[in-house]
């Protein structure tokens, strides 16, 4: 079993719609026409939001990255509850790849309107969807030790006293493998490969995920209008 120590006082990064990105300081900001979003809470700072045209128009189940005014509000953002949110809606979109854009939406001053009651009987919820985390951490020391960014599936990091070995040593032999590729073997195995270029840190990066996630990128990536929300 591998651990990794915490560190505290890094900088929160804000994910992409897809969640396949994450960036500190994504550029090319536009305010969005919302006042309000109604989704799924995915973690205490992300919901997913059914459908948000902002920026490029047609995009489903997006993640919506949260800032709250109050930081209570945070306390009510528990995995899966409905939740219904006021703020100021902002786009932003970050060049990743000579053909690709990745696009962030984000709701800053914002407050919590409504939520769906909650059964406190009942046990924690699992999570839905994933969404990639790019130098969480708890991986701190591991990413010190590769000499690279490091990006992992959320899933994983949620859970790492059983995956941290295994993430270990896909992250020392990440692979050289474009989005097209088609990606075979066990879906729960986890693959690390060399990432598209960042715009936030000078380091090569590298993502690892589930090989049922690197299966869901394969498809939005041709697709990037598909619906179909990454796989937990």
Not at 85 to 114: C, G
Not at 123 to 149: H, I, N, V
Not at 209 to 231: E, Q, V
């Amino acid at each position: 079993m591998a651990s990794f120590a915490p560190v505290t006082g890094v900088p929160i990064p804000v994910q992409s719609a897809s969640g396949r990105f994450s960036s500190l300081n994504p550029p090319n900001r536009r305010n969005c026409p919302y006042t309000r979003v109604t989704g799924r809470v995915v973690s205490p700072r992300l919901v997913m939001v059914e459908e948000m045209n902002c920026g490029r128009p047609g995009h489903d189940n997006v993640l919506v990255n949260v800032r709250f005014s109050d930081p209570a509000d945070g306390a009510q953002m528990v995995t899966g509850r409905r939740v219904t949110i006021a703020a100021k809606f902002k786009s932003a979109q970050e060049d990743r790849d000579p053909l690709f854009f990745a696009e962030y939406l984000i709701a800053e001053q914002a407050k919590l309107v409504t939520a769906d009651p909650l059964d406190r009987s009942a046990p924690p919820a699992q999570a839905f969807t994933s969404y990639m985390m790019c130098q969480p951490p708890e991986l701190d020391a591991l990413a010190t030790q590769l000499g690279k960014e490091l990006c992992v599936q959320s899933t994983i990091v949620a859970d790492l006293s059983v995956t941290g070995s295994a993430l270990a040593a896909a992250a020392r032999a990440p692979a050289q493998i474009s989005p097209e590729d088609t990606v075979s073997g066990d879906p729960n195995a986890i693959s690390c490969r060399l990432d598209p270029k960042r715009s936030d840190a000078h380091l090569p990066a590298v993502a690892c995920a589930r090989g049922s996630y690197w299966a869901w990128y394969k498809t939005k990536w041709s697709d990037p209008l598909s619906p179909i929300p990454a796989p937990p």
